[in-house]
């Protein structure tokens, strides 16, 4: 085991609710993780706890790493991440977000990184053009190669499948599950209960911010 | 930091509504007061604190058009997420502020010159010393104060003006005063190396809060 994800007794509260109550669990590397419920169950809070780029109002999140672990991301985890949000430049093409993004997280190859996803995820045709002019699901596709260009130890996807065709579904499952290693963490909420069964490792259900199921 | 900085210019001139508008907001207050108070046209204090000021809210209406941009996409997030450094990110940013604002006033400058009888000659040296010198504290402001008016957690309840001018008005009155000694021929050196020293500050403040705005762990 080269990563672990330890939430303890994690509470998020918003003003007048409580997104999250008294969640703890734990995550190991070469794990998919499929976290189901609701709207409102608390997924896109765990996610964004898990990111690290919520604090949670009480409980602790946290993540150690294999000391003898290969370099690539030195000590702090690259943490790739879907959210509802794009995380994208609207004003630059597919090609220029992704060449940023690998400049941004100081990938030796730089731009040459980005093609592979380019490719694999099936934006050639629109690899330049503006964000802003894409489809809802070319957006997603390009938001879903721009969290995993680079090579994160977790990957966190909310509604990975939204917005998708068919074989645009098909093509983000088979890449979550390449993408799955021993020093990896995946994460996903999904409301597609099928494919969040098929592809996962674990399962967690949230409901009211709480953990009812795994 | 260079990308960065790239990216954020290519996006300015491919959409640059914000420039436009604050071009030409510039421009107005300007001309309307060029033309409403014709005394301001012979007493250069006027017209440079006209020009600084409206060079100032040319500047906000430029962030909050960044600001719109970033929060539509939680760019703050990719950022905080990436592992670039605070203070890189904070830098790039704010030089971008600052070149668009030395971009708007290059733009009002002829208008200084012909509304405001602003002469051409040795003192433009001092000028455009205490404009650069403005434009990156004016930026560095904006910079700052945009991560924490705009960031996702705060949900945009912070007005970003109301945060910017107590602290952009010492940055105005230097800039003001500096240029009307300038052209009245006293040296504006001294008022070059203030709001050089307001850079610095500003700067090394911004690094070491940007990562805590911006959200960084």
Redo the contacts between chains.
Sequence with gaps: MSIRISLENLTVRYSASCALDGVSLAFDGGSIVSVFGENGAGKSTLLWVLSGLLIPSAGRRTISMDAGRPPGGGRLPRIGFLAHQTFLYEDLTVEENLNLTACLYGLVDGPDHSPRWIDRLGLADVRRKRVAELSRGQVQRAALARSVLPSPDILLLDEPFSNLDSAGVETVAEMIVSLQSLERIIVMATHDRDLGLRLATSTVELAGGKVVGR | MI??IQ?EL??EF??PTALMSAALFALLALLTQSLSVPSAASNSGAAFAVFFISACFAGLLIEHERLA?GK????G????????GAPAIFTSRAIVGALLLVLTEVCLFPFLVVFFNVPLGTPLVSFAAIAVCADIALAELLTLFGAAGGSW?SGGSLALPVLILPLAFPILALSTVGCARAFSGMPGLPFVKLLFASDVVLGVAGAFMYGKLL?K?
């Design positions: 990308a960065l990216s290519m996006i491919r959409n941009r539509k996409t939680a760019l997030a990719m950022l905080a997420l990436s592992p670039a957690k959200g762990q």
